[in-house]
């Protein structure tokens, strides 16, 4: 039985919440951005400004020479990820086998379910039909339905805005020479250009390319690869219970102008470092390898090295010292930095572990679990660390520095 | 252009059964009151322990944002969008 699988993608998704929330917005073209007066990006267009040209991650500058009359709202991720919870849970009444690609993008596996709704059409259908009602009539979602992941989202893609597209398996031979392979989800811009270079240039030269050649080349990815070409996607739906494992945990910051000397670039950082510790003590993992990068420019390459510590940490003030050791080793000190990283990975639980031996390092776990608490009743910047006070604009103009951006479900 | 206000107000509510969270109906802000005639978008946020509901609302042409502070029952005028 061929499995039937929809992707959900929300149309506009956070300019639309934005319209929801705000009437004035409706029917004009608007950007989401984090800082509207400052030099920021556009994360999100509504479908107004997308008819001018403007698309995601642009430069405010450049939206608004193609829109003079774009309107730059700044972006409140609380408002996303609680509509995001609210059409899930909606979701989730329709199937178990519900895969979150993203904040606003959904696989589901409805090859049992679909008969209930007297077909995959008329269950898309009851979806936008509860999303209308539930979520208002600004937010909407566009449903692509096929028998595997890869050629659902490219048919949702061609149904945008606020569409359903079903793209049955015997319509797939005489699509494969129109798509090309950039199109689809899985094949980069890296692997795009590799391609290309040997005279690959859509789904159906993929889908004649050996199987042997594809392999040798790009490994056992060059399997995944003939298997596109030739219209088929194995890939599994991974169901939202079950959680895959945290890898590494970090965070980096896009710094404004008046940032970007290194020295305030390191207080940024070490508030950055402290965000981390609390986020590994909250999911209750320690890290050995610390990763501190950085970029001189927008547009420049990551800068970055890695060290592994002789313990497992949880402290902020730890990985911040990890982060200053790494950047005295590195071959290049700039003056200016437009964007500083960290992350610690190589992780282990922390339950069972053996406590800290030393003095020091005791007093620094009590005070973590002090500040911990502190935290979780009276909110993230109820308190922090000296060095970040030493420069109080930190919080106003590093956008989402004081905002907590993981979102589980 | 929404202006910040941040000023408590007197709100009238519902709790309606089955509803995740209370209605707004109206609410009185200095002498004038607003009904509402849309509630567009209603969403979490947390300080801490305190968990507030974020409404914002539109009473005919003009919106408005208000928060409420579930810990305490207290309703907060947030910010304005006023036509004219």
Avoid at chain 1, 307 to 336: Q, W
């Amino acid at each position: 039985m061929a499995r039937i699988i929809m992707h959900l993608d929300m149309d506009s998704y956070f300019a639309s919440v934005e319209q929801q929330a705000n009437p004035s917005l409706r029917g004009i073209p608007i950007g989401v951005t984090g800082r509207p007066k400052e030099r920021s990006i556009i994360v999100a267009a509504s479908r107004e400004a997308k008819r001018w040209g403007v698309k995601s991650a642009m430069p405010n500058w450049e939206a608004l020479k193609l829109c003079p009359s774009l309107k730059l709202v700044s972006g409140k991720a609380e408002r996303y990820i609680a509509t995001t919870k609210r059409f899930l849970s909606i979701l989730k009444r329709y199937t178990p086998l519900l895969e979150v690609f993203s904040i606003d993008e959904v696989f589901m596996d409805v090859t049992q379910e679909a008969r209930h709704y007297g077909g995959p059409l008329n269950m898309a259908r009851s979806i936008k039909d509860e999303f209308r009602e539930a979520l208002g009539e600004c937010i909407t979602a566009t449903v692509g339905i096929a028998s595997n992941k890869a050629f659902a989202k490219l048919i949702a893609k061609r149904n945008k805005p606020n569409g359903i597209g079903q793209l049955r398996d015997e319509e797939i031979p005489s699509l494969l020479s129109e798509i090309p392979i950039g199109e689809v989800c899985g094949i980069g811009r890296r692997i795009e250009g590799r391609l290309e270079r040997v005279g690959i240039h859509t789904l159906a030269d993929l889908g004649r390319t050996s199987q042997r050649y594809l392999k040798q080349e790009f490994g056992v990815y060059g399997l995944f690869l003939k298997e596109i070409g030739q219209g088929r996607d194995p890939t599994p739906v991974i169901p939202y219970t079950t959680a895959a494992p945290v890898k590494s945990v970090g965070h980096s910051k896009s710094l404004p102008p008046q940032l970007r000397s290194i020295d305030l670039a390191l207080l940024v950082l070490r508030g950055l470092c402290d965000k981390v510790g609390r986020r590994l003590r909250k999911l209750g993992y320690v890290g050995r390898t610390v990763y501190f990068g950085f970029r001189l420019g927008s547009m420049s390459p990551h800068h970055g090295k890695q060290i592994t510590l002789p313990f497992s940490t949880d402290d902020g003030e730890v990985i911040y010292n990890a982060c200053l050791a790494i950047e005295r080793k590195m071959l290049i000190h700039p003056k200016n930095v437009s964007q500083v990283g960290v992350s610690v990975s190589n992780l282990a639980e922390r339950r069972g572990r053996s406590g800290y031996l030393l003095d020091e390092d005791r007093r620094r776990e009590r005070l973590n679990a002090a500040t911990d608490r502190i935290r979780d009743r009276f909110g993230e910047r109820a308190i922090v660390t000296g060095e970040t006070l030493l420069f109080d604009a930190i919080p106003e103009h590093v956008g989402g520095f004081s905002q907590g951006e993981e979102w589980e479900f | 252009m929404y202006q910040p206000v941040s000023e408590p107000i007197d709100a009238y509510v519902i709790y309606k059964r089955g509803a995740t969270h209370p209605i707004l109906r109206a609410f009185r802000w200095g002498r004038r009151r607003f009904d509402i005639t849309s509630t567009n978008l209603v969403y979490p946020e947390r300080e801490g322990e305190t968990l507030f509901l974020c409404y914002a609302v539109s009473s005919g042409r003009n919106q408005f944002q208000l928060r409420l502070n579930t810990n305490r029952s207290l309703w907060t005028l947030e910010a304005i969008d006023v036509e004219g």
